[in-house]
């Protein structure tokens, strides 16, 4: 079985948490994984800023951050990794890109979950996969 926890911390941003474990299962599923555990975090750019200064060493928010396997706190099941999203870049990058709050926040949920699968954007080709996937995962969430 695969458990989706989503905590949010920015509750001055309205999004469906039953709607991202839905998605993120959703995706999951779609990589063969039938158990193990993940943990979402949503958060506002304060938050995330010192997430990516402490782990990543670079002061400044992002939109998302995934750490693969154990790292911010322990448990009992086949754990998958920790997602960190910032619902205030969303909202920021959303009216930027002519894009819709919900959009952006599950693109983040999906980027989030490929770098725990193990995709890497650091290169022009592993971006240009991730963008793939993406956009198919998104086309057929939403």
């Not at 080709?125 to 793939?132: L, N, P, S």
Request: charged share 30%.
């Amino acid at each position: 079985m695969i458990k989706v926890n989503v905590t949010n911390h920015a509750r001055r941003f309205k999004v469906s948490l039953a709607g991202l474990k839905r998605a993120a299962v959703f995706v999951l599923k779609r990589f063969r994984i039938r158990s193990g555990e993940l943990n979402v975090l949503l958060v506002c750019d304060r938050e995330i800023r010192r997430y990516n200064r402490r782990f990543l060493h670079r002061d400044r928010p992002t939109d998302v951050i995934a750490f693969q396997g154990e790292c911010l706190r322990r448990v009992q099941a086949p754990f998958l990794g920790d997602i960190v999203i910032s619902l205030e870049r969303a909202k920021k990058q959303a009216a930027l890109y002519k894009s819709t709050f919900k959009r952006e926040a599950y693109l983040y949920l999906i980027h989030g979950i490929l770098h725990i699968m193990g995709y890497d954007d650091r290169a022009k080709a592993g971006r240009r996969r991730m963008e793939i996937l993406q956009a198919s995962f998104l086309e057929r969430i939403l």
